[in-house]
T-cell receptor
């Protein structure tokens, strides 16, 4: 049973399109995250939700909009995709604020052509 | 503020060599410290952690000791294997708020 699952695993699309990445966790965790990993493996947090409430919203273009319908799901919608959005996007969850480990999904590799 | 600095890679070692990946941190208060590992094509997974000063985290032959006096959490393994080839991330979790701070990652390749 996958703890944190995200779909799709691969996403290839044209510039200007709108796409979504879905994430679900079955761990009962209260906090979920979206991270972006660039080609140099640098990992940057984008958003964090705690119990469906937005907690962290880093400096991310407003083309990126997270949505949390319930605390087990955190989806990422991206409007008007740009070449620079190409990266691997990771969803993660943790039980509580601070001190606990993160559980990561296996990533969504987004390629914008 | 909170941040993590780890040694730049890539690191290439022969099988059975000794591994050290340096990690230092700056933090407000007393953070928890972690090493995460990312195998090719996969997400990050926790390798080991330490939650207070002088704690030693260990797993799969890897060790790291939380050194408050030097604000360090260096990762070590006495004898690496080809299967240890991966990217290693040092991270801290601030005691307040729910944000994790990651280092830039160090790529390790172990050759037979």
């Amino acid at each position: 049973d996958t703890a944190v699952s995200q779909t799709p695993k691969y996403l290839v699309t044209q510039m200007g399109n709108d796409k979504s990445i879905k994430c679900e966790q079955n761990l009962g965790h209260d906090t979920m995250y979206w991270y972006k990993q660039d080609s140099k493996k640098f990992l940057k947090i984008m958003f964090s939700y705690n119990n469906k409430e937005l907690i962290i919203n880093e400096t991310v273009p407003n083309r990126f909009s997270p949505k949390s319908p319930d605390k087990a799901h955190l989806n990422l919608h991206i409007n008007s995709l740009e070449l620079g959005d190409s990266a691997v996007y990771f969803c993660a969850s943790s039980q509580e604020q601070g001190g606990e480990k993160l559980f990561f999904g296996s990533g969504t590799q987004l390629s914008v052509l | 503020g909170n941040s993590v600095t780890q040694m730049e890679g890539p690191v290439t070692l022969s099988e059975e060599a000794f591994l050290t990946i340096n990690c230092t941190y700056t933090a407000t208060g007393y953070p928890s410290l972690f090493w995460y590992v990312q195998y090719p094509g996969e997400g990050l997974q926790l390798l080991l952690k330490a939650t207070k000063a002088d704690d030693k985290g260990s797993n799969k032959g890897f060790e790291a000791t939380y050194r408050k006096e030097t604000t360090s959490f260096h990762l070590e393994k006495g004898s690496v294997q080809v299967s240890d080839s991966a990217v290693y991330f040092c991270a801290l979790s601030a005691p307040t708020g729910n944000q994790f701070y990651f280092g830039t990652g160090t790529s390790l390749t172990v050759i037979p």
